[in-house]
């Protein structure tokens, strides 16, 4: 390693950080003897680990979404209640055999680290919201009357957690990344998902944010095992599936890379969308402004003075303004509205009289760079990214 990357990490966790980061138990004398980490199988075992009690569990075996109306109070989403998106089913991976191996023809050296090593650079913790990319999704059925491929998402595939972590330029700066470095893939251990591993690209400029993190735990918590255990990446402000969960490896390119998702899978298709690359549409990378009540759809009231809530976010967060709206549209009302930080998303609340019979209710988000929900968008094959205001409906009796 380079004399800057030596010292760093030297001063950071000492000599056992520095002979782990470069691939050596500091108890052995051979790099080689210890194996990455890999996901357990269990053949048995439903598709996640955590009680489904608070979820609405997906045919798809492989998406747990959370019920907005029952996330407790205040902005952070408790694990308990973090919805579960996997493309496989969620690993067991043995955190004392785990390595994180960097590679690739855009940096220097191969570098191996164990968890030990990988936690002594500086940490950093930031509070975001993670968002599944098809969040919303049936909405496009239910709102546009054109229903598109893959898992009938409602409007939660979405949660808010303080992810602690190393930002992943530190540990691509030791592996040496070069100054032409294009694409940075990002592969998980979950080996039964399609491409035996899921793997997402970064553009480098994206890889190198400083906000864009490899965390290992959640809420001040080791991450739990349907989150990623030990390591995931975090990209704020990215759709889920950039943040890759029981991360296993890293390559580094100079060329640009193509995956099954990023050509056929999180790519929006349409009319609207010209092919990119070897794409069959425009790749899905940043999230939108978006926001949704939190009721049960359709949701059943009593008559009377009623607060009602909701989430909203955005990637360029925070959002500043919820309004809303129970005649279609025609006229919108100011919500109350609680924020954080940047990545947060918001909680808002609004009064409401229930009158006896059926209605709607619309909430529409903007953010302090002025973005806001629109009135349509563009139909897609794969339903991503559906953002326009949701009419949630509501029987008063």
Known sequence: MDRRSFLRLLVAGGAAAVLAACGADPGS???ESVSPGQAEPDAGRRGWFKDTAPFIAHADGKSLEARLELMPSGLITPPSHFFVRNNSTSCSV????????????????????????????????????????????AMFDRVQGCAAEGTQWGTGG???GEWTGVALRDVLDFAGIRPDAVSVLLIG???????????????????????????????????????GFPV?????????????????????SREQLWTRNNTTSYVLIGDDYPP????????????????????????????????????????DGPVVRVEWSDDAGST?????VESADRYSWARFELAWEATTGEHTIMTRATDSAGATQPERIPFNQKGYLFNQPVPHPIRVA
């Open 29 to 31: 004398d051979d790099a």
């Open 94 to 137: 043995d955190p004392e055999s785990w390595r994180l191996r960097v590679e690739g023809d855009g940096v220097t050296w191969e570098a191996r680290f164990s968890l030990e090593s990988l936690r002594a650079f500086p940490s950093r913790t930031i509070t975001s919201y993670l968002e599944c990319a098809g969040n919303h999704r």
């Open 158 to 160: 979405v949660g808010n």
């Open 189 to 227: 251990l979950d080996t039964e998902s399609p491409e035996g591993g899921f793997r997402r690209v970064l553009p480098v400029g994206k890889a190198l944010h400083p906000d864009t993190l490899l965390a290992y735990a959640l809420n001040g918590e080791p991450l739990p095992r349907d989150h």
């Open 232 to 252: 995931r990446a975090v990209i704020p402000g990215w759709v889920g599936a950039s943040h890759v969960k029981w991360l296993g490896r890293i390559v580094v």
């Open 276 to 315: 990119e690359g070897e794409a069959l549409g425009r790749p899905v990378t940043r999230q939108t402004v978006k926001s949704a009540l939190a009721l049960p759809w359709p949701a059943e009231l009593e008559p009377g003075p009623r607060t009602l809530h909701g989430f909203a976010q955005s990637p």
């Open 332 to 336: 919108w009302h100011d919500a109350q």
